[in-house]
């Protein structure tokens, strides 16, 4: 099987690619700007032709949330316009697109955790460029699976683990929002579960099919900043404040737990706690550094 990575820079596709070093049954092609911009169809179709793609994996996203807000064309561009083209060469080739999204979809003003088909308000550009994105696979690919996810952290890239992990060594006392409700992700989790998906699906059948997929559990940025600062051994302060004492251009949800039940019960993907994730990461981080 040929697979394609878009975004292969970012958290998850740095995720996928360490674990595809492990996994000789798949063949793995990561792509990344400036060799992929995957809002050229030519350049998609092409890569796909010359590998003879079978699936693709979009970690590819304009994921500037504030900045979105300005750069309005440049997010609609990538996420919904370049979601069309990876929709239209999986099409065009056959292929299986895995297309990762966010739970921006929704306004944050549920309650109880959002299940896959609850209806969508994104509050913001990203959201929106998110949601239209979305749309539009369902329109064109054949056969496609949407992940949802919130609050992405990882070894790679900027994320707000390496953020508290820095202010956490550089200050005595960190005020962290604890009214915006979620649960954070580790990247490696959310790669193991599309890995496991691509190993069982039926290459002959077309799925149609949107997922939510964290970590299990339930924290406010608060909760999940003082668990790195309890893991990571640091002696950081971190009290709790609410989201109005820091006023952002893009307005956050305040509740984006998501339901994870319906990619448990068809894909028997085992999902760890946030913080049992959280402390492999910080044991995997702390082992780097001494090496």
Not at 62 to 87: I, M, Q
Not at 153 to 176: H, I, P
Not at 212 to 240: Q, R, T
Request: aromatic share 10%; proline share 4%.
């Amino acid at each position: 099987m040929n697979i394609l990575v878009t975004g292969s820079k970012g958290q998850l596709g740095s995720e996928l690619m360490e674990l595809s070093l492990n996994n000789v049954q798949q063949h793995y092609f990561f792509y990344d700007l400036p060799e992929l911009d995957i809002t050229s169809q030519d350049v998609v179709d092409r890569l796909c032709r010359e590998h003879g793609i079978n699936v693709i994996i979009n970690c590819a996203a304009y994921t500037a949330v504030d900045k979105a807000e300005t750069d309005v064309e440049a997010a609609f561009r990538v996420n919904r316009d370049g979601s069309a083209v990876l929709a239209a060469c999986a099409a065009e080739h056959k292929a299986l697109l895995v297309h990762v999204s966010t739970d921006y979809v929704f306004n944050g003003e549920s309650s109880t955790p959002y299940r896959e088909h609850d209806p969508v308000n994104p509050p913001g550009v990203y959201g929106i460029s998110k949601w239209e994105g979305e749309e539009l696979i369902r329109q064109i690919a054949p056969s496609y699976f949407i992940i949802r996810t919130s609050w992405l952290y990882s070894a790679y890239g900027n994320n707000f683990v390496k953020t508290m992990l820095r202010l956490g060594a550089e200050r005595q006392s960190l005020n962290v929002v604890a009214d915006q409700i979620g649960t954070p992700t580790y990247a490696a989790d959310l790669a193991a579960a599309i890995v496991t998906i691509i190993e069982h699906y039926d290459p002959d059948k077309h799925y149609k099919e949107t997922y939510h997929y964290s970590n299990e559990g339930v924290a406010s940025w608060y909760d999940f900043a003082v668990a790195i600062m309890e893991f990571a051994g640091l002696n950081c302060k971190v009290f709790p404040v609410e989201s109005a004492e820091y006023p952002q251009i893009a307005k956050r949800p305040h509740y984006s737990v998501l339901n994870k039940s319906a990619i448990k019960r068809d894909w028997g993907v085992n999902i760890p706690h946030w913080r049992a994730s959280l402390a492999v990461l910080l044991k995997k981080m702390s082992q780097t550094a001494k090496e």
